[in-house]
């Protein structure tokens, strides 16, 4: 295979990461509405904490994007 | 790339010099990254002055600046405790700038003409930020405890074993939070600006190719089009809270080490 067809094909796979990612953040905002049904009065104080653990799943994501722009662009 | 059509998605993440400023033996370009800059600050300085005028009674401006400030006040309170007040000059321009700067670009000024660049879509821009951040960090960290900060590495109770393999992960954990921070707002940014401009290609190249195509193509295209703008107008939003957010956790850990929480 040539040089630039691996590269391709390594930037969709990073595509995979991105896809993973996306299961991390919907887990979170799931896990904390079910969390925010059981206990209403307790949510607004856990906010914060919910947007730390969203932070740190789309970061992971992002960073597969990043791993695709590095390949397609700068490799 | 470039060569899979005529619009190159990239272009508008093009630094172009605008005029040069001459400064003695060197001139100063100035470029659209610091024309949009400019324009962000501005929005931002009409905007707090316009609600700034501390009426006893709340007109709908200065509710709307009020609720910007009480955000970011409570978002302090919550993070760091009593301390945090003294953060919140810091924060609340950080909040404020990132946000404008966000949805400046965002705007759709193609229509009159302009070229909206995104400042927050450069590595460098928010690089800037996210160091100012781990400065703060860092200095108030150093100035309150002394060597004392170091102990941030080491949590309280860790047995001796354990530590020798928590001390290397903690500190390349904080090591690489200036990188996490300024990365993921470049990133997101970038990635949606990418995604609008290859949905408004598919637009225009298929209607090149033929009418039936075009509007088969162009559609769904459109449609998808207009959820990822609402998306990205949250994502503008959201990516400046978190950015907010995680600044003020740091400062925290920089004020209480690992006391606090």
């Keep these: 295979m040539e040089a630039d067809a691996i590269k391709f094909l390594g930037a969709g796979l990073a595509a995979i990461g991105a896809g993973l990612a996306a299961l991390g953040v919907g887990n979170v905002f799931a896990a904390f509405l079910q969390g925010a049904l059981r206990n209403p009065s307790a949510a607004a104080g856990q906010q914060g904490n919910m947007f730390i653990g969203f932070a740190a799943a789309e970061l992971l994501g992002l960073l597969a994007f990043v791993v695709a722009v590095l390949l397609i662009f700068v490799a | 790339m470039a060569q899979a059509g005529k619009i190159d998605p990239m272009h508008q993440f093009e630094v172009q010099t605008i005029f040069n400023i001459p400064l003695g033996d060197h001139v100063l370009p100035f470029t659209n990254s610091a024309l949009w800059m400019i324009v962000a600050a501005v929005a931002l300085f009409v905007f707090m002055i316009g609600g700034m005028k501390q009426q006893a009674i709340p007109g709908r401006w200065q509710m709307a600046v009020e609720g910007f400030t009480g955000f970011i006040d409570k978002l302090l309170a919550a993070n760091i405790g009593h301390e945090g007040r003294k ?6 321009s950080l909040f404020m700038f990132i946000l404008f700067a966000n949805v400046v670009g965002l705007l759709p000024f193609g229509l009159i003409g302009l070229h909206p660049f995104t400042v927050t879509s450069h590595f460098t821009v928010t690089g800037v930020l996210a160091i100012a951040s781990f400065s703060i960090v860092l200095i108030v960290g150093l100035f309150k405890h002394g060597l004392r900060f170091f102990s941030l590495f080491a949590p309280k109770g860790t047995p001796i ?8 992960i903690e500190f390349v954990s904080f090591m690489v939070r200036p990188f996490s921070l300024a990365l993921r707002l470049f990133v997101a940014m970038t ?7 290859v949905l408004a290609g598919f637009i225009i190249n298929s209607t090149a190719t033929g009418a039936g195509i075009g509007v088969l193509v162009s559609v769904p295209s459109f449609a998808l089009m ?3 703008s609402a998306l990205e107008m949250l994502v503008a939003g959201v990516q400046a809270y978190v950015f907010a957010l995680l600044t003020s956790l740091y400062i925290n850990d920089a004020v209480h080490l690992h006391d606090h929480h």
């Design chain 2, 161 to 168: 074993p354990v530590l020798l393999l928590v001390a290397p």
């Design chain 2, 87 to 92: 953060y919140l000059p810091y924060v609340f």
């Design chain 2, 226 to 228: 207009v959820g990822v």
């Design chain 2, 191 to 197: 990635a949606g600006h990418i995604l609008l401009k």
